[in-house]
């Protein structure tokens, strides 16, 4: 009878323990935050709050340096090695799509509805990922600034327009009271010059590339919008108005709180340190050159890679993650946007009336995405460089043909990137 007993109970011990295994599926996620403790520990809460409140999936994750993330997943990927659920910059998601490192997102994208345009990462007419959170860049400044200058505040409604943006530049250079009238981070590289620096060549009507058939640079990068824009790009640094490439990084990072510059471009990541250091500080929205003040779009965002076996799973984690909850913790925590105005009114910053609520009015007003292609991993750098020797003083017509050249070689040598 014991024995029958003991057998009885180990039987329907193996059978709990064999059901939980099947209904507990693990799945694996990657993500670029290795080394911030405050976005680490946010991530980690919400994989631990998922898997607390479901019995169907077991998501465990893996964290990366984000200098070596991107290499991480390529490396993966060619071994067949991907998680997932994986993490994505927004503007390489189109190159990992059509790579085939990930698959189309199944959530329903009533979902999203309310969510920032920038945090949308589609590619070929479907979703691939979803963002928590979204980045803005303003132009920084002081009203003590507009007020010793005699400029106008110039307001979502009626920026700046290019003639305003470069006369508030020549008074800041004729005071005298700064080093640079204009800061706009030529210490910073990579993905910096795509995302902060083509939103002018757009507002001058030009781009990085034709976005009617992403088959060819020519006629955007070089028409004459884009050499009007890379003509005043060279003044910037060759009139004196701002720092060129060889910037120190620490200046660029602590400049303007130490007087050296009257305005700098910057993101919400760095407003914080600009609201502590004056009381009267302003963000300012782009300027107007002609086509309308642009700003950078889309941020890290999660989707699923095209090895998982069990996107529905990955889905279920990532709809969880877009709670106003978390996307609150995560923009108290590292300073970014809330993808949804009403995570926003939860957040210390970006409710209405906080300090930084301009960069979420930024967003919805001024954001364009980079270019939605896959051949734009390659394009950013193309435009990287050009933008670089202009700086330096190459000759800007000649450059920017050079540029069209090399993105257009690189198109027709992917068979234009399924476009």
Not at 376 to 390: M, N, P, R, S, T
């Amino acid at each position: 009878m014991k024995l029958k007993y003991f057998v009885a109970c180990t039987v329907a011990a193996q059978t709990l323990t064999l059901g939980a295994a099947i209904a507990q599926t693990p799945l694996t996620i990657w993500y670029h935050g290795a080394g911030n403790e405050v976005e680490s520990a946010l991530i980690n809460q919400i994989v631990a709050d998922f898997n607390a409140s479901q019995s169907d999936w077991s998501v465990s994750l893996e964290s990366f340096p984000q200098g070596a993330y991107n290499d991480s997943v390529v490396a993966a990927a060619l071994a067949g090695n991907l998680p997932d659920i994986l993490d994505v910059d927004g503007p390489v998601m189109p190159n990992w799509a059509w790579a085939g490192y990930m698959q189309p997102l199944p959530l329903d994208e009533a979902v999203i509805a309310d969510f920032l345009p920038g945090t949308k990462g589609y590619w070929d007419g479907q979703l691939y990922s979803i963002g928590l959170w979204d980045a803005a860049v303003a132009l920084v400044t002081r009203q003590s600034t507009l007020d010793a200058l005699d400029l106008r505040t110039p307001t979502l409604a009626e920026p700046w327009s290019g003639d305003e943006f470069m006369a508030a530049l020549d008074a800041a250079k004729a005071s005298g009271d700064w080093e640079y009238a204009f800061d706009p981070g030529m210490a910073w590289t990579g993905e910096w010059y795509p995302y902060a620096f083509s939103p002018f060549l757009q507002s001058f009507g030009g781009d990085i590339v034709d976005r009617s058939t992403y088959q060819s640079a020519d006629g955007v990068l070089n028409g004459d919008a884009a050499v009007a824009f890379g003509e005043w790009w060279q003044s910037l640094f060759t009139g004196g108005y701002a720092p060129g490439t060889s910037q120190d990084p620490a200046a660029r990072d602590n400049g303007f709180i130490e007087g050296r510059y009257a305005f700098s471009w910057n993101g919400n990541w760095a407003a914080l340190n600009a609201l502590n250091s004056f009381d009267d500080t302003l963000f300012l929205p782009a300027p107007d050159f002609g086509n309308g003040p642009k700003i950078g779009a889309a941020s890290w965002q999660f989707g699923v890679s095209g090895t998982s076996e069990h996107p529905d799973g990955a889905a279920a984690f990532i709809e969880f993650a877009l709670q106003d909850e978390y996307l609150a913790a995560f923009s108290n925590g590292i300073g970014l946007i809330p993808a949804t105005a009403s995570a926003a009114a939860m957040t210390e910053n970006y409710a209405e009336g906080g300090a930084m609520a301009v960069f979420f009015a930024l967003s919805e007003a001024q954001a364009l995405v980079r270019p939605v292609t896959p051949g734009y991993v390659v394009q950013a750098k193309v435009f990287e460089k050009a933008l670089a020797d202009i700086a330096n003083g190459a000759d800007v017509a000649d450059t920017l043909d050079a540029a069209v050249d090399e993105i257009d070689a690189d198109i027709a040598r992917n068979s234009g990137y399924g476009h």
